[in-house]
């Protein structure tokens, strides 16, 4: 069964420092999110990717957000400087058609930031 | 702005029970997810419903767009279905690219 595939699943970093989150979606999906979900919180929609670019974002994803899918298979979500805030655990989907086709989501990836 | 609200927060029942899981929501929507989080933090996709009910072995999702509100059953729970049960809804707004919004879930604990 095909699956959405993240790594790391588990990262320490130091408040300020930069991190970079993966994520492999289903290899034919073209729609691409990140959700964030802190500890005993709901989950939490931060952007969704279409053809290369950003199709909707949150409020959440602010300038220290970034995403990028640099080489059609890979794709990364970057916080450039980190804050005891960011801690959480992320979330990667991927749907083929978008709103019409179920969510296929990865296992998470949880940040720490000490 | 979808508000999406679930009931119970909080269930535990007897192996063998048949479960409910309720949401409702505000605002009306292009489809309506039930997910499954384990305890680890994992989350599997159950259903995607836009309409009527759908079935996969002992979980049946049911939506009633006019009343803005769906259901999640289990028939013959088991141990192993212990696990918050996550409903999320996408937008009408068009366009297959908008998030999910999501209620805080419930928490379903199943005892032997």
């Known amino acids: 069964e095909p699956e959405v595939t993240q790594t790391p699943s588990h990262q320490v970093t130091q408040m300020g420092q930069e991190v970079i989150l993966r994520c492999v979606p289903i290899?034919?999906?073209?729609?691409f999110y990140w959700y964030r979900q802190i500890l005993g919180q709901k989950v939490e929609f931060l952007v969704s990717?279409?053809?290369?670019?950003?199709?909707?974002k949150s409020e959440i994803f602010d300038d220290q957000f970034s995403v990028e899918r640099p080489d059609g298979s890979n794709f990364t979500l970057k916080i450039r400087s980190t804050k005891l805030e960011d801690s959480a655990m992320y979330f990667c989907?991927?749907?083929?058609?978008?709103?019409?086709?179920?969510?296929?989501f990865g296992q998470g990836t949880r940040l720490t930031v000490v | 702005k979808n508000e999406v609200e679930q009931s119970p927060q909080n269930l535990t029942a007897q192996e063998g029970e048949f479960i409910t899981i309720n949401c409702s929501y505000s605002?009306?929507?292009?489809?309506l997810h039930w997910l499954q989080q384990h305890p680890g933090g994992g989350i599997v996709s159950l259903f995607m419903?836009?309409?009527g009910k759908k079935k996969h072995g002992r979980l049946i999702a049911t939506i009633n767009i006019q009343e803005k509100h769906s259901s999640l059953h289990i028939t013959a729970s088991h141990p192993r279905d212990s696990a918050v049960y996550i409903c999320?809804?996408?937008?009408?707004?068009?366009?297959?690219?908008?998030?999910?919004?999501f209620g805080k879930g419930t928490h379903l604990i199943i005892q032997p």
């Open positions: 419903l836009s309409s």
């Open positions: 999320a809804v996408r937008g009408s707004s068009g366009g297959g690219a908008d998030g999910l919004t």
């Open positions: 290899s034919n999906h073209l729609y």
């Open positions: 605002v009306g929507i292009s489809a």
């Open positions: 989907a991927s749907t083929l058609q978008g709103a019409f086709i179920e969510a296929f």
């Open positions: 990717f279409y053809n290369n670019e950003i199709s909707e």
